[in-house]
């Protein structure tokens, strides 16, 4: 099948299964709301081995509102501090969260942050904003600060990140292309950058519907959801609209090893379509949210697809987290209908926004 087939025929997939069910189906009491919000918009969960539980915000309005906070008694608490939470125009955005984008509880029991450092959709990353954040859940203080501005650009939109030993991987979904960051360094490395891997090749979806961003344009959200086997040895990653492609990890973590050469060892492993986020367990599966289908697809590590659980109330379902005891954390974030994803129109969310969680009897990794 030729590379234009193929994506003719996801553009298809990603389109042919919007969610307009208005009632939950039967079995659906397999998904336990957790967490609720009557005034939130989060888009990611994350939880310690101890219990506690963090989430990523959008900002609600300019310069005002946190950007990563800690669940306490069912409200979200500003954190690390009120002050890391408090960056308005002009603050030094290097000391401070500008926009939170991903996080995760690190192989060292440690809170990881990634802040893109650009104060809205589209618009160029500050100077010293793009960073990621090691915060010490013991004493809830920044341990450590990686400036990530070396290796982006005016276009850059830093989106996630995993680890792999003492290496972490970072998606670029603005100037498409992957980062390299060497933990005990500070190295930083662009790889793959502009391949065609890394680039959307259609606009991104919800529900059915073509998103546009708060100025009306089509929303291209290129490299963005990625994850490493447990073993260490493969990386996957894609465009927010799909396919998933993998990649030894061996050529990412050579630097002598040239973008030509590490271009050759690009595969395509399965045919995912609009995706909001992912987590993938020990066994090697990936769990791959559906943002049109508004489902949860199981992919095995042969790239053979299945559908996990299809619910109406899953609505962009964003970046989840295994945790310890076999559960699946579900994020139905609702961004396709915020300002930012509909064309700048009224908000549409439907409060409560809500965390999920399924009961899947899958062991975590912690790479």
């Known amino acids: 099948m030729t590379r234009s087939a193929l994506l003719a025929l996801l553009l298809v997939a990603g389109l042919a299964t919007p969610g307009r ?23 990611g969960v994350t939880r310690s081995a101890d219990g506690r539980v963090f989430s990523p915000f959008q900002r609600q309005s300019k310069d005002t509102g946190i950007e990563l906070g800690e669940w306490k008694d069912g409200k979200a608490v500003a954190y ?3 002050g890391w939470n408090a960056w308005k125009s002009g603050d030094d955005p290097a000391k401070a969260f500008v926009a939170v984008n991903a996080i995760r509880i690190g192989p060292d029991g440690d809170l990881w942050v990634v802040d893109k450092g650009a104060p809205g959709m589209g618009e160029a990353p500050l100077p010293g904003g793009p960073k990621l954040v090691q915060i010490d859940l013991a004493t809830n203080a920044v341990r450590k600060v990686y400036p990530l501005q070396a290796a982006t650009n ?18 670029d979904a603005g100037q498409p292309g992957l980062l390299v960051l060497d933990l005990d360094t500070g190295a930083l490395r662009r790889v793959l950058d502009g391949h065609w891997s890394t680039i959307a090749q259609r606009p991104l ?6 998103l546009r961003d708060d100025k009306g344009k089509l929303l291209f959200i290129h490299a963005d959801q990625l994850e490493v086997s447990p073993d260490g040895k493969t990386f996957y990653y894609q465009a927010c609209t799909g396919p998933l492609y993998s990649i030894e990890t061996q050529y990412l973590d050579d630097a002598s090893v040239s973008d030509d050469e590490r271009a050759k060892h690009v595969k395509l492993h399965a045919a995912t379509v609009a995706t909001g986020g992912t987590a993938i367990d020990a066994s090697g599966t990936i769990y791959a949210s559906d943002t049109d289908g508004l489902r949860i697809l199981k992919i095995a590590p042969d ?27 579900i994020p139905a974030a609702q961004m396709n209908r915020t300002p930012a994803m509909n064309g700048g129109e009224t908000s549409a969310v439907k409060f409560p926004t809500t965390i999920y969680r399924m009961q899947i009897d899958a062991k975590p990794v912690r790479n």
Not at 303 to 329: C, F, K, N
């Open 21 to 43: 069910a208005e009632e939950a189906p039967a079995g659906s009491d397999v998904l336990k709301p957790m967490i609720q919000s009557d005034s939130l918009v989060f888009n």
């Open 80 to 82: 690390p501090d009120a």
């Open 154 to 171: 005016d276009r850059s939109f830093i989106d996630d990140f995993r680890f792999n030993g003492r290496k972490v991987y970072l998606t």
């Open 205 to 210: 979806t919800g529900q059915g519907r073509v």
């Open 303 to 329: 790239g053979t697809m299945g559908t996990l659980v299809q619910d109406p109330r899953l609505v962009w379902v964003d970046a989840m987290w295994i945790d310890e005891q076999g559960g699946l954390w």
